[in-house]
């Protein structure tokens, strides 16, 4: 049923009074804000003479988790697969934030829509809303760097108990918004369902995407001429639409997108104004007056802001005080370098004052958000590698406190946005058996990432120290924390692909260490029905489906646990052959075997449980949840759980 006349009920609200809380009023403000925030970003023609802007540029440009950022990017890129033009950028933001409610629930059924065939299924509108903020989780998540083990070890569960109870909600929502239709959604029933009792999926997509907006209304505003008191107190003058009424959920939901934007909240501004020097030419120079609000700075030629000038966008730029200064006509400059590194080029500024100079170059950090690195840690001795760098043992200056800190060079690294996947994977991560992130840091020249130190070393390590000579038990007990952690990462459409014994960490190196899943440089978000085609991984872990070129998804974790189970119990590879080229063979079309020597001892339980993971279909391979519920498992954790417990709250 339709609900597009005015109600008194409290339950329900227009969409025009949600879109009105961002502040935005006049459209062609916005579409010239969006125009120039874009050609700030451009560091790409193609062949066509066309201005385009990158994938990384856009997701720079959001901060949000990088799975919603890609569907949103994927839903906009229309013309290329990696790149988006002008009229793509400025045409769907204007939609998404001052479109109509028809322009608005198509971008949303679009971003929702990850294959682009016109229908939605359920489990791609689940994956999607699990990456939504939870009520109060934000705040459960900011750990005391100080706080003992027992403190963290009970905050996490905390918060891993809210997710898994967040995940059954959202199930629910899916389910109950389905029955309107069959097993798929058209945009005819997505329409119906929003119009409908069923609004909550659409509100909680809408009110995110508008809590999350890389902008402000006074960001557009600062682009108005003020030429007069008339002039800035005319009003825009709108069509007189008829309003459409949304129901608001009444349940006290864990997904906190709703509650939290239609609460009465102040944006965060920050406004800054100085005057500054363009060096125009090698002897000439114009004086421009800048004014920072959030992340961009707007130029001027006067103070009373009538003519304005250009303005920056400074999302992803190092800003430090230059070390080269300038005399013009008698006068000392010194030089504001901003470094715009992912589009490749540079601007300097100047200030006839040094004081001044530092005083602007520490306002715009702030509005950045720019932290120094080495204010806050020390690196000490080489401890490993990781996907895109070095790691090293490092200390928190403030508190003593052991870390460790994984280091990527940016003049080497080729994909940074493998690596925000990365950070964006373990901030979301929260579970016993992941490693934790800290912090991390973006730097003109490296990135940091901070994690927790796990003493005990990696579990490649601990196998050459017990000489593989493991009792069955101790390796289930081994296993069940892996799988825990993998089924906890399949909920959230995570793929590792990079399982092995050096990516998985131990407290200590014994029966009662703590398994830390690590290394999630090459990992991946895919709903169950995306796959994906990529030859990357360690040769030893990686699935058949991996060296083949056939699209794969989480079932690669799967057989990588298989490997490590049968080599932690012989000691041995199940494939492994004299040379890459034999191994690769061996993984794609080898029978598995159990040499007598090495499994004669060995129980006819845990061998059916490896071959059930090593099964070169992935189709016919175990799931986590029934690995976890193997009667091999089973048996011989039963009283793991209690352990368990005592060891992360002892």
Same mark, same amino acid.
């Given at each position: 049923m339709e609900r597009n006349v005015p109600n008194e009920s409290p339950n329900l609200i227009t969409f025009e009074a949600i879109q009105g809380s961002l502040g935005l009023k006049d459209p062609k403000l916005l579409k010239k804000y969006l125009k120039l925030v874009f050609n700030d970003f451009v560091n790409t023609i193609d062949e066509y003479d066309r201005k385009i802007i990158t994938k990384m540029d856009f997701y720079k440009y959001f901060d949000i988790p990088i799975f919603i950022v890609e569907k949103i990017f994927t839903s906009f890129s229309k013309?290329?697969?990696?790149?988006?033009?002008?009229?793509? #950028?400025?045409?769907?933001?204007? %939609?998404?934030?001052?479109?109509?409610?028809?322009?608005?629930?198509?971008?949303?059924?679009?971003?929702?829509?990850?294959?682009q065939d016109g229908i939605l299924i359920k489990d791609e509108i689940k994956i999607f809303l699990s990456y939504l903020p939870l009520d109060e989780v934000d705040e459960?998540?900011?750990?005391?760097? /100080?706080?003992?083990?027992?403190?963290?070890?009970?905050? +996490?569960?905390?918060?891993? @108990?809210?997710?898994?109870?967040?995940?059954? &909600?959202?199930?629910?929502?899916?389910?109950?918004?389905?029955?309107?239709?069959?097993?798929? $959604?058209?945009?005819?029933? *997505?329409?119906?369902?929003?119009?409908?009792?069923?609004?909550?999926?659409?509100?909680?997509i809408l009110c995110f995407l508008y809590e999350k907006m890389p902008f402000t209304a006074d960001n557009v505003e600062a682009l108005k001429i003020r030429k007069n008191k008339e002039n800035e107190e005319k009003k825009i003058e709108t069509e007189n639409k008829e309003q459409i009424y949304i129901k608001i959920p009444q349940n006290n939901s864990l997904l906190s997108s709703v509650s939290r934007f239609l609460k009465k909240h102040e944006v965060i501004k920050t406004t800054y104004e100085n005057w500054i020097y363009n060096v125009i030419k090698f002897n000439e120079c114009e004086a421009l007056y800048l004014t920072i609000i959030n992340k961009d700075i707007f130029f001027y030629k006067s103070d009373k802001k009538k003519y304005f000038v250009n303005m920056h966008n400074l999302t992803g730029c190092f800003v430090q005080e230059g070390k080269i200064k300038k005399y013009l006509r008698g006068k000392e400059l010194f030089p504001i370098e901003i470094d715009m590194f992912i589009r490749g080029k540079e601007?300097?500024?100047?200030?006839?004052?040094?004081?001044?100079?530092?005083?602007?170059?520490?306002?715009?950090?702030?509005?950045?958000?720019?932290?120094?690195?080495?204010?806050?840690?020390?690196?000490?001795?080489?401890?490993?590698?990781?996907?895109?760098?070095k790691v090293y043992l490092g200390l928190q200056k403030k508190t003593g406190l052991k870390v460790a800190i994984k280091t990527i060079n940016r003049k080497y690294s080729t994909n940074l946005e493998m690596l925000r996947n990365e950070i964006d994977i373990? /901030?979301?991560?929260?579970?016993?058996?992941?490693? =934790?992130?800290?912090?991390?840091? &973006?730097?003109?020249?490296?990135?940091?990432? +901070?994690?927790?130190?796990?003493?005990?070393?990696?579990?490649?390590?601990?196998?050459?120290?017990?000489?593989? @000579? #493991?009792?069955? =038990?101790? !390796?289930?007990?081994? $296993?069940?924390?892996? !799988?825990? !952690?993998?089924?906890?990462?399949?909920?959230?459409?995570?793929?590792? /692909?990079?399982?092995?014994?050096?990516?998985? $960490?131990?407290?200590?190196?014994?029966?009662?260490?703590?398994?830390?899943?690590?290394? *999630?440089?090459?990992?991946?978000?895919?709903?169950?029905? @995306?796959?994906?085609?990529?030859?990357?991984?360690?040769?030893?872990?990686? !699935?058949?489906?991996?060296?083949?070129?056939?699209?794969?998804?989480?079932?690669?974790?799967?057989?990588?646990?298989?490997?490590?189970?049968?080599?932690?119990?012989?000691?041995?590879?199940?494939?492994?052959?004299?040379?890459?080229?034999?191994? =690769?063979?061996?993984?794609?079309?080898?029978?598995?075997?159990?040499?007598?020597?090495?499994? %004669?001892? =060995?129980?006819?339980?845990?061998?059916d449980l490896i071959k059930r993971c090593l099964v070169k279909s992935r189709e016919r391979r175990i799931s986590i949840v029934d690995f976890i519920n193997h009667p091999w498992i089973r048996d011989l954790t039963r009283k793991r759980e209690y352990i368990y417990t005592y060891i992360l709250f002892k």
């Open positions: 013309t290329y697969r990696d790149y988006l033009c002008e009229e793509e #950028f400025v045409d769907y933001l204007y %939609k998404l934030y001052m479109g109509s409610f028809e322009e608005t629930v198509k971008i949303i059924f679009d971003i929702l829509d990850y294959d459960d998540c900011q750990l005391d760097i /100080k706080a003992d083990k027992k403190k963290i070890n009970k905050i +996490i569960s905390t918060v891993n @108990e809210k997710q898994k109870k967040s995940l059954e &909600e959202i199930d629910n929502m899916v389910n109950e918004a389905f029955e309107i239709c069959d097993e798929i $959604m058209d945009i005819e029933n *997505f329409t119906q369902m929003i119009k409908g009792d069923n609004s909550e999926i659409f509100l909680q601007i300097i500024y100047y200030t006839d004052d040094k004081k001044k100079c530092k005083e602007i170059v520490e306002k715009i950090q702030n509005a950045i958000g720019y932290k120094k690195f080495s204010d806050y840690y020390e690196i000490k001795e080489e401890i490993g590698k990781g996907s895109f760098g373990l /901030k979301h991560c929260h579970h016993p058996n992941i490693v =934790r992130l800290l912090d991390y840091f &973006e730097e003109k020249e490296h990135i940091y990432i +901070i994690l927790e130190y796990v003493a005990g070393g990696n579990l490649h390590q601990y196998f050459k120290k017990k000489s593989n @000579e #493991f009792t069955e =038990r101790q !390796a289930a007990n081994i $296993m069940i924390q892996i !799988a825990s !952690a993998v089924k906890y990462l399949h909920q959230y459409g995570i793929v590792h /692909k990079d399982l092995k014994p050096c990516n998985i $960490m131990i407290t200590e190196q014994n029966e009662f260490g703590i398994i830390k899943i690590t290394d *999630f440089g090459i990992s991946l978000i895919l709903s169950p029905t @995306e796959g994906i085609k990529n030859d990357s991984g360690s040769l030893e872990y990686c !699935a058949p489906e991996i060296l083949t070129g056939i699209v794969y998804n989480n079932e690669v974790d799967i057989w990588a646990m298989g490997v490590i189970l049968y080599q932690m119990l012989s000691g041995t590879l199940p494939f492994s052959g004299k040379d890459k080229k034999q191994s =690769r063979s061996n993984i794609v079309k080898a029978d598995l075997k159990f040499k007598e020597d090495d499994w %004669k001892y =060995r129980s006819p339980s845990v061998q």
